[in-house]
């Protein structure tokens, strides 16, 4: 029992680790926030990876090696997480509600990606988006602003 009560605050209230800065595990969190999303469908398309690793350079201004290592990195956690809630406080913590809107926005483009909306897909960003605090209108906006390009 104490154990688990030890994981569980070793999982959720940590500090970042000493090497890594408070921007790079958001990155972590992001990055592994649009890994499940590829994989919420049982089926990951190359179509979804490319746009995850677009998305990646592009937000967070890293090279092809560094966004393969960060997606590398990301689907360890991915793999080990229990929830989302690890994703998410970070992600609370140090985004400013634009840059919560943008992540749902590329949530959006990774579920498109394939060319079609899967249910599981839209449950995920649906939650995303209730655990981000984006309104809902902000979460309806992105979809269409994504769906109609």
């Known amino acids: 029992?104490?154990?688990?009560?030890?994981l569980f605050f070793d999982q959720h209230i940590a500090l970042p680790?000493?090497?890594q800065?408070?921007?790079?595990n958001i990155h972590l969190a992001c990055a592994?926030?649009?890994i499940e999303m590829m994989y919420i469908d049982d089926e990951a398309h190359p179509a979804e990876h490319k746009v995850i690793l677009n998305r990646i350079r592009e937000s967070f201004s890293l090279s092809f090696e560094q966004a393969n290592d960060l997606i590398s990195m990301a689907t360890q956690q991915r793999q080990q997480?229990?929830?989302?809630?690890?994703f998410t406080s970070l992600i609370n913590k140090g985004y400013t509600q634009e840059q919560k809107v943008n992540l749902i926005?590329?949530?959006w483009q990774i579920a498109y990606a394939d060319g079609e909306l899967d249910q599981y897909e839209e449950q995920?960003?649906?939650k995303m988006a209730d655990l981000l605090h984006v309104p809902h209108l902000q979460f309806i906006k992105t979809k269409h602003q994504v769906n109609d390009v």
């Open 21 to 24: 800065s408070v921007e790079e």
């Open 17 to 19: 680790a000493p090497d």
């Open 81 to 86: 997480a229990t929830d989302y809630y690890q």
């Open 124 to 126: 995920m960003v649906r």
């Open 1 to 6: 029992m104490l154990n688990q009560i030890k």
């Open 32 to 34: 592994a926030l649009f």
């Open 105 to 107: 926005k590329s949530l």
